[in-house]
Nanobody, 125 residues
Framework: QVQLVESGGGLVQPGGSLRLSCAASGYALDGYHIGWFRQAPGKEREGLLCISRNDHTTVYIDSVKGRFTIARGNVRNTVYLQMNNLKPEDTAVYYC??????????????????WGQGTQVTVSS
C-alpha cells in the first residue's frame, strides 16, 4: 500500500486560503491518481477533486468549484489542494487517497484503498 500523509490544515477565517499537501514516502505520486476527500462531523466522507495519472482534474461537488484546485507539485511525491475563499461549511477533516490497482479517478471513497490520516481544517471567525 502507498503510505500517504496530509499536512497544511489549521484554523482560518472565512474568506481565507489554505494549501493542503499530500505526500508519499518512497513513492513518486505522478504514477498514481490522487483524490481529495473531506468528512465533517456527523456526515459521510465526500469526494472533492481528483487528479489523474495524466494530470486531468475532476471536481465532484459544486460547492468547491471555482474555489478549490488540485495540482501536482514540482516535487514528484506531492499533490496539493489549494483552497480559496474558505467558508465555515468547509470545516472538516481532509484526506487524500489513491489506489494502486485502479487507474482512473472517482469521487467514491470506496474506490480508494490507501488513505492518509487526515488533516483538520476549521473555518471560523
Amino acid at each position: 500500500q502507498v503510505q500517504l500523509v496530509e499536512s497544511g490544515g489549521g484554523l482560518v477565517q472565512p474568506g481565507g486560503s489554505l494549501r493542503l499537501s499530500c505526500a508519499a514516502s518512497g513513492y513518486a505520486l505522478d504514477g498514481y491518481h490522487i483524490g481529495w476527500f473531506r468528512q465533517a462531523p456527523g456526515k459521510e466522507r465526500e469526494g472533492l477533486l481528483c487528479i489523474s495519472r495524466n494530470d486531468h482534474t475532476t471536481v465532484y461537488i459544486d460547492s468547491v468549484k471555482g474555489r478549490f484546485t488540485i495540482a501536482r507539485g514540482n516535487v514528484r511525491n506531492t499533490v496539493y489542494l489549494q483552497m480559496n475563499n474558505l467558508k465555515p461549511e468547509d470545516t472538516a477533516v481532509y484526506y487524500c487517497a489513491t489506489d494502486r490497482n485502479r487507474y482512473s479517478c472517482s469521487g467514491d471513497p470506496g474506490m480508494y484503498s490507501s488513505w492518509g490520516q487526515g488533516t483538520q481544517v476549521t473555518v471560523s471567525s
